[in-house]
Every structure is written in structure tokens, then in C-alpha cells.
């Protein structure tokens, strides 16, 4: 009788223990799965972050990368733009050489120096100009310093007495980038007027640029 007590006991004992045991492992499965799960989520989160922001870098990088296409193309464009203005300054100053060989040349001298004295309004003046001008404007100069006094006379009723000398000085020559034409000075250098064919040639390009750009560049309009 006692042995069948402690029987049973026993097997109680052990079928508490089974259970028990039973209860730990399906609680440690369910523990072990529903951190399996939460470790696997955030992989998952960590490799979509990683993966997003691997997608926005290599967006940047892309748009980098396009600008500076773009800005290198620009800057390649507005090269080329730049080189064909010159090259056409260049031609027009290479016309103006055409009218310094003309037949015209000594009037246009004369005009260009009485229009100097005109806007430089100083009796003593010194006029410059190219080497080989020398000898034309010697010859003008007395005609050109005649009209002056008549305009002169003619508009303000005063009767001037300018003096108008051409520099000898050869080291002072004009250059032959300005196609002739005439620079006047007064006052020891302080007074210039530029009425070079060069000088004249830059403010017409001036003034006209907006047309020519529109001319030659339309679709930057």
C-alpha cells in the first residue's frame, strides 16, 4: 500500500514536472519567435533605411553630377559665344583698316579732330595718332582747327584762338590695334578724348550688342 502511494506520488511529482517543463519550453518558443520577429522587423528596417538612404546619395550624386553637366556646358557655350563676338570685333576692326587705306580717310581725320576739340573745350591741345598718320594729319590739321573756330563762332558767337599741336614724340605713336584715328589730351594728360577708330568701333559694338546677340544667339532670347 505504502509503496503504491509513493508510486503515484512520484508519478504526480513527474507529471507536474512534465507539465511544468512543457509550459517552459512552448513559453521560451513563443519568446524565442517573438524575438526571432522583432529582430527580423528591424533588419528589415535597418536594410530599407540603408537601402533609402543609399537611394537619396546616389540621387545627390546623380544631381551633382547634372548640374555640374549643365554648368560645364554653359560655361563651354558662353566660351564659344564669347570667341565668336571677338572674332566678329575683330573682323570690324580689320574693316576699319580698309577705310584708313581710302581715299576718304584725311576727311574722316578731320572730322574726328574737330569733334575732339568740340568735346575736350581746351584751348591747348595735343593731338596723337598712328605713324603712319603722321603726315595726313600734319596736313588736316590746319583745316580741322579752322572748322572748330568757325563752329565755334557759329553756335557761341566767340571767336577762339586754340593751340593745336601734333605730338612728335614717337615713343607716343599710336598703336596699330587702333586703327587709326586721333586721341586728344589737355591739361599735361588730364583731359582724353579718344576719337580712335578702335575707341569709336567699342561704342557702336556696345550699342549695338543686344542686337547682335539677338542676331546671333535667338534662342537666348
Do not use: W
Not at 571677338?86 to 579732330?113: D, F, H, M, W
Not at 594729319?137 to 572748322?147: H, S, Y
Not at 586754340?162 to 589730351?185: F, N, Q
Amino acid at each position: 500500500m505504502a509503496t503504491d502511494q509513493i508510486r503515484q506520488m512520484v508519478n504526480f511529482i513527474l507529471q507536474e514536472a512534465h507539465e511544468k517543463a512543457n509550459e517552459i519550453r512552448v513559453k521560451t518558443e513563443h519568446d524565442f519567435n517573438l524575438e526571432k520577429q522583432t529582430l527580423v522587423h528591424e533588419a528589415k528596417l535597418n536594410i530599407q533605411d540603408e537601402f533609402a538612404k543609399k537611394e537619396k546619395d546616389r540621387e545627390i550624386q546623380e544631381r551633382i553630377a547634372r548640374s555640374a553637366e549643365i554648368g560645364a556646358c554653359r560655361v563651354k557655350k558662353m566660351k564659344i559665344r564669347d570667341d565668336l563676338l571677338k572674332t566678329l570685333i575683330s573682323e570690324a576692326g580689320a574693316k576699319c583698316g580698309v577705310v584708313t587705306r581710302g581715299a576718304n580717310y584725311p576727311q574722316l581725320l578731320q572730322k574726328l579732330i574737330v569733334q575732339g576739340l568740340i568735346k575736350i573745350e581746351e584751348n591747348d591741345v595735343t593731338i596723337f595718332c598712328r605713324a603712319q598718320d603722321t603726315m595726313t594729319v600734319k596736313k588736316i590739321l590746319p583745316a580741322a582747327v579752322q572748322e572748330y573756330v568757325e563752329i565755334m563762332k557759329r553756335e557761341s558767337g566767340v571767336t577762339l584762338k586754340p593751340k593745336v599741336i601734333l605730338s612728335e614724340d614717337a615713343a607716343k605713336h599710336l598703336p596699330d590695334s587702333s586703327y587709326g584715328g586721333v586721341l586728344l589730351t589737355a591739361l599735361d594728360g588730364r583731359i582724353v578724348c579718344d576719337n580712335t577708330m578702335s575707341s569709336r568701333l567699342n561704342l557702336v559694338y556696345e550699342e549695338l550688342l543686344p542686337s547682335i546677340r539677338a542676331i546671333l544667339f535667338p534662342d537666348e532670347q
